[in-house]
């Protein structure tokens, strides 16, 4: 069993910045950062394989986003620059122990509580 603790979320206007962490209490070769805004499906944001720090993440982020990790801590970060108004959801923290890490919500075993972000225009 893996519990994951998010923080880091709020209000922000266009073109802000936020950063999310998400502690976890034990090791998952796989973590990523979901978000899901209302009447809309929970899509995939970035992930990362802690073993080699391999990244991934969706179009609409690339250059805007960066997921990283500290090891030692056990805790992923989403760093959100240049953040839209279509950036807007609760923002979901996800592990898993796969070898392969999905782009999926499907993928990910365990999840946090969520973290909402605003950005208003």
């Known amino acids: 069993q893996v519990q994951l603790v998010e923080s880091g979320g709020g209000s922000v206007q266009a073109g802000g910045s936020l950063r999310l962490s998400c502690a976890a209490s034990?090791?998952?070769?796989?973590m990523g950062w979901f978000r899901q805004a209302p009447g809309k499906e929970r899509e995939g944001v970035a992930r990362?394989?802690?073993?080699?720090?391999?990244?991934y993440y969706a179009d609409s982020v690339k250059g805007r986003f960066t997921i990283s990790q500290d090891n030692a801590k056990n805790t992923v970060y989403l760093q959100m620059n240049s953040l839209k108004p279509e950036d807007t959801a609760m923002y979901y923290c996800?592990?898993?122990?796969?070898?392969?890490?999905?782009?999926?919500?499907?993928?990910?075993?365990?999840w946090g509580q969520g973290t909402q972000v605003t950005v208003s225009s």
């Open positions: 034990g090791y998952s070769n796989c």
């Open positions: 990362i394989y802690t073993d080699n720090g391999s990244t």
């Open positions: 996800a592990a898993d122990r796969s070898l392969f890490c999905g782009g999926s919500w499907a993928a990910y075993k365990y």
